[in-house]
């Protein structure tokens, strides 16, 4: 079965701080792909990263780092320096393929407050 | 990042009336696309996949006759709810998958709300 857990519904951190965001998925395919996306309250959903499963390199791209590890089921995200404009809804999603193509299924979300 | 585009971004509209929602990826073809409601604090639901010159997929529980998915293009995918109840009312948020990539890009949503 097809399944992210995200446990953390709620974070808050004061500005400046470092926080790790986890992303735990269940899947019984070895081929699929695992995506960070932030919605802003705006609401679109803005897309952070994609990950294959062949592919368990850290990642960092700014504030931003991702670490998978394939042996936990894991795939987390980690803000550095946190500031204001990071407070957001940040989904986890697991993307395999069926009959037709690709389906993907969202964590709950982890809603992410920075204070000033 | 590839941009997709929906529209409109808010409708309010009385109960028994129909209402169609647009979703255009702008600078790419997807042959599929994906149409998604979000009630409140809560996560995404897959309602149902589109594909380009075909009928769409729905997911379990998701009443064809009432969300109406056409995807007559590879750019534009269309959702019209017909005969709107208050309980339709939510946040529904396209998709379009840029193929090469595996990677689906967003619409900014539309929040329905139905008098």
């Known amino acids: 079965a097809q399944k992210v857990t995200q446990a953390q519904t709620e974070i808050s951190v004061v500005e400046k701080e470092d926080v790790t965001l986890d992303c735990v998925y269940e899947t019984r395919d070895t081929t699929y792909y695992l995506f960070w996306y932030k919605q802003p309250p705006s609401g679109e959903l803005v897309f952070l990263i994609r990950r294959n499963s062949f592919d368990e390199q850290n990642e960092i791209s700014g504030r931003y780092s991702w670490n998978f590890q394939k042996s936990t089921s894991s795939f987390n995200f980690t803000i550095t320096a946190s500031q204001v404009v990071d407070s957001a809804v940040y989904f986890c999603?697991?993307?395999?393929?069926?009959?037709?193509?690709?389906?993907?299924?969202f964590g709950a979300g982890t809603r992410l407050f920075v204070k000033a | 990042g590839a941009v997709v585009s929906q529209h409109p971004s808010r409708v309010i509209c009385k109960s028994g009336t129909s209402v169609k929602i647009e979703c255009r990826s702008l600078d790419f073809q997807a042959t599929t696309m994906f149409w998604y409601r979000q009630f409140p604090k809560q996560s995404l639901m897959l309602m149902a996949t589109?594909?380009?010159?075909?009928?769409?997929?729905?997911e379990q529980g998701v009443e064809k006759d009432k969300f109406l998915i056409n995807h007559a293009s590879l750019t534009l995918s269309t959702l019209t709810v017909t005969s709107a109840h208050p309980e339709d009312s939510s946040f529904y948020i396209c998709?379009?998958?840029?193929?090469?990539?595996?990677?689906?890009?967003f619409g900014a949503g539309t929040r329905l709300s139905v008098l």
């Open positions: 998709s379009a998958r840029l193929s090469a990539e595996n990677i689906q890009y």
């Open positions: 589109s594909n380009e010159g075909s009928k769409a997929t729905y």
């Open positions: 999603a697991l993307s395999e393929l069926f009959t037709g193509g690709f389906k993907t299924i």
